[in-house]
């Protein structure tokens, strides 16, 4: 059974940084991609970032290239997202989730975590 699990949110100052982890564990095959996602309240839900399973190729949506840099451990089974100069508007709850190619397409991936809360404020 595929099992994806977040942690590392929390409140954090603006200008501050956090670092998301995602442990994934139940895939039969190395082969699959993950990528954050982020739902604010009221809004829909967006891609972050995506980190692809070899040669590490990464990706980044434009609102954090520059701040968040994404990163895997293949050992470990975990992905990071490293989140720096972080904004108020960078508030949502954050999800990893895996496919089989990094995609911005949410409908296209069926492994999701939990969710791990990530609020920006003074």
């Known amino acids: 059974q595929v099992q994806l699990v977040e942690s590392g949110g929390g409140l954090v100052q603006p200008g501050g940084s956090l670092r998301l982890s995602c442990v994934a564990s139940?895939?039969?095959?190395?082969?699959?991609?993950i990528a954050w996602f982020r739902q604010a309240p009221g809004k829909r839900r967006e891609g972050v970032s995506c980190?692809?399973?070899?040669?590490?190729?990464?990706y980044y949506a434009d609102f954090v290239k520059g701040r968040f840099t994404i990163s895997r451990d293949d050992g470990k089974n975990t992905v990071y997202l490293q989140m720096n100069s972080l904004k108020s508007e960078d508030t949502a709850v954050y999800y990893c989730?895996?496919?089989?190619?990094?995609?911005?397409?949410?409908?296209?991936?069926?492994?999701w975590g939990q969710g791990t809360q990530v609020t920006v404020s003074s």
């Open positions: 989730a895996a496919n089989w190619r990094c995609s911005w397409l949410d409908y296209e991936y069926n492994d």
């Open positions: 980190i692809t399973v070899r040669d590490h190729s990464t």
């Open positions: 139940g895939f039969t095959s190395d082969y699959y991609h």
